[in-house]
């Protein structure tokens, strides 16, 4: 069995097959270029990123377009406000969206291409729309004619006549039939502008999809991404588009990830919780993000509420607290242990991973078969004798490099366990409130009384420390300290922190 993906085209769950044998042709569409981006520009970015990795794991060669809409009104809009031009706007935000991307270690697509640099594709494909009578220049504007493309509304599943009846008749006195939407828009004043044969304007939203699309993966390609916000009428608009000018079928595989919530809500200027990807890094590694989106279905809802995000960070942390005491297993070279259940299930992952990624990309199924595995790690890690045998130790640094390497296509563990580690501490000493020259102090106190045979003292400082989430390891080399992370994360909540 291959890959089985669900089609929002025919509502089903299909097998893949690819149009050019060996090679996906992917298009998502990429953001308006107007404000930061929030949480679920970031979804629908992390969410393609783990699709376009997968099919890379599986062999494909991938041809992967993003697209920016640098032409749009809520970029006029924005940079007359702030009196500056369209274009500088556009370019700010492309900045901030590439440095989010960055962030959040999206792999980059093979083409991010410009409304503003494809003008000319634009136009010549709203010229065949016309010349072939799906389209009509009026008072400087293009319109598409819905009514001429029979299976408009196929993919929204929407019927043309109750579409007409939610149209606004008269809005628009240019329009034939008020169903239609603009190709081209004629120039208004304070606005961008660039020639066409149908007078100085811009396009309209819709077309540069298919006109980009068209040019970098041509007719038909394999699969086309967004939000399922995007299905009415931007995808239906593209489709008509994309099949009325080429006269052949646009897309083989439409692909639409569910909705972000904050705390049951959802996201909007009005309730003011729009949360921005930047905001949200500065609390939480990538990492963090990435697993939290990963630990649901890519067209299921995800809740960003506080609780549901600190519950990643502390799951995520388990793994990289094995890996470290993995890591200081050493390394000799050993034969491998006999067959365990940790050896079986290792045996095993990689074809496990591949039928929960196979099905549809459920990355929630992933995350669940990394936690079985963990919680088997950790069982043979708990082994008094396992580890300090040169073949349970390979065993488990096998173990966690076959992590890292599955990990690796949802975007999990690449970071090193010790850094994972530190950084983790940099961050929750500043929720506990200690220093870690005061930690260090706290520790010298204890070996002090425990020198002077002070017990009591000594239980008392290693008592106060745990209860503020510090844990005390003694060592050959003496005592060194580590998070209990779900009592910082207590602490946090209780004195209503953590924004
Ligand atoms: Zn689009």
Redesign the pocket.
């Known amino acids: 069995m291959g890959i089985s993906v669900y089609n929002t085209l025919n509502a089903r769950k299909e097998e893949f097959k690819e149009i050019h044998p060996g090679e996906v042709r992917m298009y998502v569409?990429g953001p308006t270029v107007y404000d930061d981006s929030h949480i679920g520009h970031g979804r629908a970015a992390v969410m393609f990123d783990v699709i376009y990795r997968y099919f890379q794991f599986r062999g494909y060669r991938v041809t992967y377009v993003r697209?920016y809409t640098d032409v749009d009104d809520k970029i006029i809009n924005r940079a007359n406000k702030d009196g500056i031009p369209a274009s500088e706007i556009a370019e700010r935000y492309i900045n901030s969206y590439e440095q989010d991307m960055e962030s959040l270690r999206i792999r980059k697509p093979s083409h991010t291409p410009r409304v503003s640099d494809h003008i000319p594709e634009i136009i010549s494909t709203i010229q065949a729309l016309i010349d072939k009578g799906f389209a009509y220049p009026s008072a400087g504007d293009v319109f598409f004619s819905v009514r001429k493309f029979h299976a408009y509304g196929r993919l929204s599943k929407r019927a043309l006549d109750d579409l007409e009846s939610g149209a606004r008749v008269g809005i628009n006195e240019a329009k034939e039939d008020p169903l239609d939407f603009a190709l081209w828009k004629a120039a208004k004043p304070n606005e961008p502008k660039w020639e066409s044969p149908w007078g100085p304007g811009r396009p309209g939203w819709?077309i540069?999809?298919s006109a980009m699309s068209t040019k970098y993966l041509g007719n038909p390609f394999d699969i086309h991404g967004?939000g399922k916000d995007?299905i009415f009428p931007?995808?239906e608009n593209?489709i008509a588009q994309s099949e009325a000018a080429s006269g052949k079928k646009m897309v083989n595989y439409w692909l639409h990830n569910g909705f972000v919530q904050v705390n049951q809500e959802k996201m909007s200027k009005s309730l003011g919780n729009i949360l921005l990807i930047r905001d949200l890094l500065k609390r939480y590694h990538p990492e963090v993000v990435r697993y939290f989106y990963s630990s649901a279905h890519w067209r299921s809802p995800i809740d960003f509420a506080e609780d549901n995000l600190l519950q990643a960070e502390e799951t995520l942390w388990r793994f990289y607290q094995a890996f470290l005491r993995i890591e200081k297993l050493g390394s000799a070279e050993a034969n491998p242990a006999e067959q365990n259940p940790l050896s079986e299930k290792l045996a095993k992952l990689e074809s496990e991973f591949m039928e929960a990624m196979d099905d549809d990309f459920n990355t929630a199924r992933v995350i669940a078969l990394f936690n079985d595995f963990l919680r088997l790690l950790n069982q043979h890690l708990d082994l008094p004798k396992f580890g300090k045998d040169p073949a349970g130790a390979s065993l488990l640094r096998k173990s966690f490099q076959e992590l890292v390497r599955l990990g690796e296509i949802i975007g999990l563990f690449q970071e090193k366990p010790a850094r994972y580690t530190e950084l983790a501490k940099t961050k929750a000493i500043v929720i506990i409130g200690l220093q870690p020259e005061e930690i260090e102090a706290k520790i010298r106190e204890r070996a002090q009384a425990r020198l002077e045979k002070k017990f009591s003292v000594a239980d008392s400082i290693r008592a106060e420390l745990a209860d503020r989430g510090i844990l005390l390891e003694d060592t050959k080399e003496g005592t060194t300290w580590n998070l209990e992370l779900k009592k910082v994360h207590q602490k946090q909540q209780a004195s209503g922190g953590g924004k």
């Open positions: 569409c697209n819709h540069e999809c967004g995007l931007h995808h593209e």
